[in-house]
C-alpha cells in the first residue's frame, strides 16, 4: 500500500468530516476559500480545521477530495439516474464558494491548484510521485466502487453489463477534465497567501488524471 492510498483508507474520511462540520451551517459544503491560506472568507472553521493539518496531510486531503469531488460530478454528468443513490451513500461535502457562490459546485481541478501553495517544503517531484501514486489507486478504487461496494449497498447496477456501462460512462467524463482553471473570480483568492500558485504543476496533475484515466479506459474498452 502505498503512502497515499494508506492515507486515503484511514484518515481522508475523519479528516474531511472534521473540516466540513468546522463552521455551523457549512457540514455538507467545503468553501474552497477556506483551503486557500491567507484568504479572508467566511469559513474560518473550515480554515482554521484545514490549516492544522501537516503540510503532507493537506496536500494529500486536497487531491483526496480532487478524485472525491471528481467522482461526484462525473456521475451527476454521465450518469444522472444514479446520482440520487449515490449522494444518499457517499454524502461527500460539495466545493463550493463563499457568498454568491455558496451552493455552487466549483470545478475540482482548484483544489490541484491549492495542492501548489500548500507546499511549504515537499518538493513538486515529491507532490507529483503523491499524486501518481494516489491516481493509480483511485483508477482502481472507482471500479471496485462501481463493481463490488455500489452495487452491494444500493438495489443499482446489479447485472456486469450495467457495472461496466457505468464505469466506461465515468471514466469518459473523467478523462474530458482539461487544464487547471484560471478564473478571475479565483485569481484573487489563489495569490493572498506566502506562496503564489504554480498552475503548470496544478497543469501536470490534470494531465496525469487524463492519461491514466484514458489508459485504463481504453483497456477496458478492449476487454
Same mark, same amino acid.
Given at each position: 500500500m502505498s503512502e497515499a492510498s494508506d492515507y486515503y483508507?484511514?484518515?481522508?474520511?475523519?479528516?474531511?468530516i472534521e473540516v466540513a462540520k468546522a463552521d455551523s451551517g457549512w457540514r455538507d459544503r467545503i468553501s474552497l476559500?477556506? /483551503?486557500?491560506?491567507?484568504?479572508?472568507?467566511?469559513?474560518?472553521?473550515?480554515?482554521? &480545521?484545514?490549516? $492544522? /493539518?501537516?503540510?503532507?496531510?493537506?496536500?494529500?486531503?486536497l487531491m483526496c477530495y480532487f478524485y472525491s469531488a471528481l467522482l461526484d460530478q462525473a456521475i451527476h454528468s454521465s450518469l444522472r439516474e444514479e446520482h440520487p443513490d449515490f449522494d444518499h451513500l457517499a454524502r461527500y461535502p460539495k466545493l463550493v464558494g463563499i457568498l454568491g457562490s455558496a451552493n455552487t459546485n466549483l470545478y475540482p481541478a482548484n483544489l490541484l491548484v491549492a495542492v501548489t501553495v500548500h507546499m511549504q517544503t515537499l518538493s513538486s517531484d515529491a507532490v507529483m510521485a503523491l499524486f501518481d501514486d494516489l491516481t493509480?489507486?483511485? !483508477?482502481?478504487?472507482?471500479?471496485?466502487?462501481? &463493481?463490488?461496494?455500489?452495487? $452491494?449497498?444500493?438495489?443499482?447496477?446489479? &447485472?456486469p453489463e450495467s457495472q461496466?456501462?457505468?464505469?466506461?460512462? !465515468?471514466?469518459?467524463?473523467?478523462?474530458?477534465?482539461?487544464?487547471?482553471?484560471?478564473?478571475? %473570480?479565483?485569481?484573487? =483568492?489563489?495569490?493572498?497567501?506566502?506562496?503564489?500558485?504554480?498552475?503548470?504543476? =496544478?497543469?501536470?496533475m490534470i494531465r496525469t488524471?487524463?492519461? %491514466?484515466?484514458?489508459?485504463? /479506459?481504453?483497456?477496458?474498452?478492449a476487454t
Open positions: 483508507n484511514t484518515r481522508f474520511g475523519p479528516q474531511l476559500v477556506g /483551503l486557500i491560506p491567507g484568504a479572508v472568507n467566511a469559513t474560518p472553521g473550515q480554515a482554521r &480545521s484545514f490549516a $492544522s /493539518l501537516d503540510e503532507k496531510d493537506r496536500v494529500l486531503f493509480k489507486f483511485m !483508477v482502481k478504487e472507482y471500479v471496485r466502487f462501481f &463493481s463490488l461496494e455500489y452495487p $452491494s449497498l444500493t438495489t443499482q447496477l446489479q &447485472s461496466q456501462r457505468a464505469i466506461l460512462a !465515468v471514466f469518459q467524463e473523467v478523462e474530458r477534465a482539461t487544464d487547471p482553471p484560471e478564473p478571475d %473570480v479565483w485569481r484573487y =483568492a489563489f495569490t493572498q497567501g506566502k506562496n503564489p500558485p504554480n498552475w503548470k504543476l =496544478a497543469e501536470k488524471c487524463n492519461q %491514466v484515466f484514458g489508459d485504463t /479506459l481504453a483497456e477496458l474498452k
